[in-house]
């Protein structure tokens, strides 16, 4: 079993809908981040959180450390959120960051 | 200011032969890491650098894989007697402090033939 799930592994909305990714984890963390990578292109970092819940533009990230688990909120979706999106927990002494399989979001409009 | 800078872009090598990935971190960073991402496979880690102290080497696949940093800046990443195996997009990302907000280059696509 993996230390990182990610749900759904494919997801297809259309424009303008409300997006949730799901992140689980199994082992202890001190973070946890949420990553964006386009088709072809580089990662990006959209949060680095620890606790409670982070927003930036149309983005939300929250944190539940007791239930182990993390979600990824974006509202009102665009054909330009297409992409994969990545769950990856650090924790411990060393910081390894440990990466879920990714979600691919595709956005139709 | 200048991102992580990765090269080369893409490299394709004949299996056995030695290659050499090279990563500029964003100027100011402390902390700097290397990761893999295998065609239809997740992110893995194989390397930190922080600050002066002793590399965590941990993730690195076999003793084919090494990796240093001059000078607290540049780090290069080096593969002996690649194997088609080792075919992969290497990635780089730097942080100014260990445990902060990654930032990550466009990566180094290496096919083994």
């Known amino acids: 079993k993996n230390e990182v799930e990610q749900s759904p592994q494919n997801l297809t909305a259309q424009e303008g809908e409300f997006i949730t990714i799901n992140c689980s984890y199994s082992v202890g963390i001190s973070a946890l981040h949420w990553l964006q990578q386009h088709p072809g292109g580089g990662i990006v970092s959209l949060f680095m959180l620890s606790s409670g819940k982070k927003k930036h533009g149309r983005l939300i990230a929250t944190i539940n450390i007791q239930e182990k688990h993390s979600s990824l909120h974006i509202t009102a979706s665009h054909p330009r959120d297409s992409a994969v999106y990545i769950c990856a927990v650090g924790g411990g002494s060393n910081y390894k960051l440990t990466f879920g399989k990714g979600t691919l979001l595709t956005v139709n409009p | 200011g200048a991102g992580v800078s990765q090269s080369p872009s893409n490299k394709v090598t004949e299996k056995g032969k030695d290659v050499e990935l090279r990563c500029d971190p964003i100027s100011g960073h402390t902390a700097l890491y290397w990761y893999r991402q295998s065609l239809g496979q997740g992110l893995e880690f194989l390397i930190y650098?922080?600050?002066?102290?002793?590399?965590?080497k941990s993730g690195l696949p076999s003793d084919r894989f090494s990796a240093e940093r001059t000078g607290g800046s540049v780090s290069t990443l080096t593969i002996q007697r690649t194997q088609q195996e080792d075919s992969a997009v290497y990635l780089c990302a730097s942080s100014l402090r260990f445990r902060e907000t990654q930032y990550f280059g466009p990566g180094t696509r290496l096919l083994v033939l």
């Open positions: 650098f922080q600050g002066n102290s002793a590399p965590d």
